[in-house]
């Protein structure tokens, strides 16, 4: 029971210490791609790739917003590990998908990758292009050192009490933001059965 009520104080830390106004900052902008019929790729490794997957289906669905992910094609993501490298997986996939400026790339993950440490770099090298693009960066991600952060245009970090538990708690806060964006007045344009 300990434990049990050990992560959900942490869960209860991140509610209250996040900045909700970045959360404004996201509905705004994806706002601007729903009004420019622009398209939403979402990116991200591990447990973040599956979020990514989900997301992709509550954005299209719900906010008929033009969204993908490249993970959800694991024959082209496999093909472009083997021949190309897992660090160019996501920005030669944004190549074929001709990202511009009127698209935005948001990232999922927990350290928002780490060019020194080489950890992420497939994400590093996604946002360096989207900028080369001119599309706009956002990202929800669990720690503000890594390079998501510091480079994405709107960044929400999840205040982490307890370091060790950086990566369930930010995991699931992205699924947490997801369904508040999908759900939001601002942005929601079908019901949902349930």
Known sequence: MKEI????????????????KKIQELITELEKVQKNKGRLVILGVGGSAG???HA??????????????????????????NDEGWDSIFDSWLKIFR??????????SVGGGNLEKNVSTNLIKAIKYAKKCKSKVL?????????????????VLIP???KAKVTPVSE????IIWHLLVSHSRLQKNKTKW
Do not use: M, W
């Open 56 to 81: 992709v289906n509550d954005f299209r669905k719900i906010c008929h917003i033009d969204a993908y992910t490249p993970v959800d094609n694991v024959s082209e993501l496999t093909a472009r590990t």
């Open 99 to 108: 990202l511009t400026s009127k698209d935005k790339i948001l990232i999922f």
């Open 51 to 53: 979020n990514a997957s």
């Open 5 to 20: 009520k050990y992560f959900l104080n942490q869960i209860s830390f991140s509610i209250s210490a996040i900045k909700k």
């Open 139 to 155: 990202s929800i991600v669990g720690r503000e050192d890594g390079y998501a952060f510091k480079n994405s245009d709107v960044s």
């Open 172 to 175: 699931a806060f992205q699924s």
């Open 160 to 162: 982490v009490n307890d």
